[in-house]
């Protein structure tokens, strides 16, 4: 990258240019924008859609999530002219538990498995399955673009502020809420033909006291072997959190709820497919495509 870019980077990025300030901040910057990143950071600069990058909301293990300015619009997302940017550090991936649930998705069959294409795949998978659940229109962040490990998504607010996570902002209304969630999880199921894999009181985001679904890189398609097992977790965690706030709520009843097992039109037990030698299971190895 030539010295004017990153100089430009530098002037666009507030976190880089809070050097001499706070020490977190710094490291931050050192183990997140690594060369390629930065590269990816100074064209989305370059193509228009991000004007600054600022703060980061969360600095997690995988991942860092920042605040930043964007005049990408799109009908039906509210006009904030703020973005969350979802950075995964390429240095701390655990390559194998992210092979884990990109393995047996056959939308990414034939991805190198080297480390840092196993990142920018998990980035995409993450943005595809964002669409997917937004086209089965359940309230999650609309996102907007995604290159490389770099994903570029709708800042969810309440008025000026950060909407919270649910962990730190339980529901006024628990029974309303979990409802509204089940609800969601639900049709990610049945529509999305898609399971979380992470429900948790730390990736389901509170605005106007209704649950946003957030952290999708993990969600796997029904046909993924774990499918169901991940899905039962999603389940338990769901009854923990709500059982605490005194909803009444227990995990076989859920799990029917959401798979619609024993109703009339609903008989899918994706797991069970795979006993079958000539189910998807078996064929996924061959095939490569991205819906
Ligand atoms: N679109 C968003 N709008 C507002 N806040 C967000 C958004 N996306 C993420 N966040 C905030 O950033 C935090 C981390 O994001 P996310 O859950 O997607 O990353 P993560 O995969 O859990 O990262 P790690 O596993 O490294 O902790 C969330 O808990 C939430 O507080
Ligand atoms: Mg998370």
Redesign the pocket.
């Known amino acids: 990258m030539r010295d004017q870019d990153l100089e430009r980077i530098e002037t666009k990025t507030g976190i880089l240019r809070s050097r001499d300030g706070d020490g977190g901040a710094r490291r931050v910057e050192a183990e997140v924008f690594d060369r390629s990143t930065l590269t990816v950071v100074n064209k989305l600069f370059s193509d228009g859609v991000l004007e600054t990058v600022e703060f980061p909301?969360?600095t997690?293990?995988?991942?860092?999530?920042f605040t930043a300015k964007t005049s990408d619009t799109h009908p039906g997302v509210e006009d904030t002219g703020w973005a969350?940017v979802?950075i995964y550090r390429i240095s701390n991936a655990e390559f194998r538990t992210l092979a884990r649930y990109i393995d047996g998705d056959p939308r990414f069959d034939k991805v190198k498995r080297d480390l840092r294409n196993i990142i920018y795949t998990w980035s995409q998978k993450e943005f595809k399955n964002f669409l997917r659940s937004e086209a089965a229109r359940i309230n999650v962040?609309h996102v907007f673009h995604v290159r490389r490990n770099v994903l570029v998504?709708?800042?969810?607010?309440n008025g000026d502020e950060?909407?919270?996570?649910m962990k730190d902002a339980p529901p006024e209304d628990p029974h309303a809420f979990y409802h509204d969630l089940v609800d969601q999880i639900r049709t990610l199921y049945r529509k999305a033909k898609l399971v979380h894999a992470d429900m948790s009181e730390?990736?389901v985001?509170v605005r106007d006291e209704r649950p946003v679904i957030?952290?999708m890189?993990q969600a796997v398609v029904l046909e993924h072997p774990n499918a169901m097992e991940f899905l039962e977790r999603d389940v338990r965690n769901v009854v923990r959190v709500f059982t605490k706030l005194g909803v009444e709520c227990e995990e076989e009843g859920l799990m029917a709820e959401i798979t619609g097992k024993g109703e009339e039109g609903y008989p899918l037990e994706p797991a069970d497919k795979h006993d079958d030698p000539n189910s998807r299971r078996h064929r996924i190895r061959k095939g490569f495509r991205i819906d």
Do not use: C, F, Q, R
């Open positions: 909301i969360s997690g293990k995988e991942a860092v999530v969350a979802k962040p998504m709708e800042l969810i607010t950060i909407a919270p996570m730390y990736n985001l957030i952290d890189g």
